[in-house]
C-alpha cells in the first residue's frame, strides 16, 4: 500500500502596534499569529487533520483542521515551535517555525 503524501503549509501573520483588524478583544496586538494549512499531493484540502504546535517552552497546542484544512492560532508567544500534522492514510509531516 502506498503512502500519500501530506503538505503542510504555515503562514505568520505579525500584527503591528497600532491594532490589526479582526484583532480579537483583549489581544496583544504585537503578538504573531500562525496559519496552518495542510493539503494532500493533489493540493485538496484535509479537513480534520491533528494540527500539533509544540514550543521550547510553555504549553502544547493541540487543533483540528477545518473544512478548508486550515487551522489559526492566535497570540502566539515569539520563539521557536515544532507543527506536526497527522491525519488517517498519510505520513505525518513536521516542520519547524520561528515566530519573532
Request: charged content about 25%; glycine content about 10%; hydrophobic content about 35%.
Amino acid at each position: 500500500m502506498r503512502t500519500k503524501l501530506l503538505i503542510v503549509t504555515t503562514f505568520v501573520l505579525l500584527f503591528s502596534s497600532g491594532g490589526a483588524t479582526g484583532a480579537q478583544q483583549g489581544s496583544n496586538s504585537n503578538d504573531p499569529s500562525l496559519w496552518i494549512e495542510v493539503r494532500d499531493e493533489n493540493g485538496l484540502p484535509l479537513k480534520n487533520a491533528c494540527i500539533t504546535v509544540v514550543p521550547k517552552e510553555g504549553e502544547i497546542v493541540f487543533r483540528k483542521a477545518d473544512g478548508r484544512g486550515r487551522v489559526h492560532v492566535r497570540n502566539m508567544a515569539r520563539g521557536h515551535y515544532r507543527v506536526t500534522a497527522k491525519i488517517d492514510g498519510y505520513t505525518a509531516q513536521k516542520k519547524e517555525v520561528e515566530l519573532n
